[in-house]
Nanobody, 128 residues
Framework: QVQLVESGGGSVQAGGSLRLSCAAS????????MGWFRQAPGKEREGVAT???????AYADSVKGRFTISKDNAENTLILQMSSLKPEDTAMYFC??????????????????????WGQGTQVTVSS
């Protein structure tokens, strides 16, 4: 049974940092495309960063240079290190995974449309 559990969200001031974790179980994270997505109130879900089974990574333009996605395969965990946070980064952040999505850019660009597995989300709030 595939399960994704996010943690690490919270409230920070602009310019601060947060580290999100997504603990995966029921599958081997290295064989899946995984990613972070976010949704703010009244807005559509958007892709933040994805990493596929080949290790290819894709970032949304809005987070390039500030966020870093990585997989800890030993711990079966997906990480999102966020720095220089801005108020516009405020959203619920979700971890998604799917074995069929073969390309990180595709997974990001389609906003996780084809991802079958999702966590419950973790809230990130950035104040100015």
């Amino acid at each position: 049974q595939v399960q994704l559990v996010e943690s690490g969200g919270g409230s920070v001031q602009a310019g601060g940092s947060l580290r999100l974790s997504c603990a995966a179980s029921g599958f081997t994270s290295s064989t899946y495309c995984m990613g972070w997505f976010r949704q703010a109130p009244g807005k559509e879900r958007e892709g933040v960063a994805t990493i596929d089974s080949d290790g290819e990574i894709a970032y949304a333009d809005s987070v390039k240079g500030r966020f870093t996605i990585s997989k800890d395969n030993a711990e079966n965990t997906l990480i999102l290190q966020m720095s220089s946070l801005k108020p516009e980064d405020t959203a619920m952040y979700f971890c998604g995974a799917d074995p069929r999505v073969s390309n990180a850019r595709y997974g990001l660009g389609t906003r996780g449309r084809d991802f079958a597995y999702w966590g419950q989300g973790t809230q990130v709030t950035v104040s100015s």
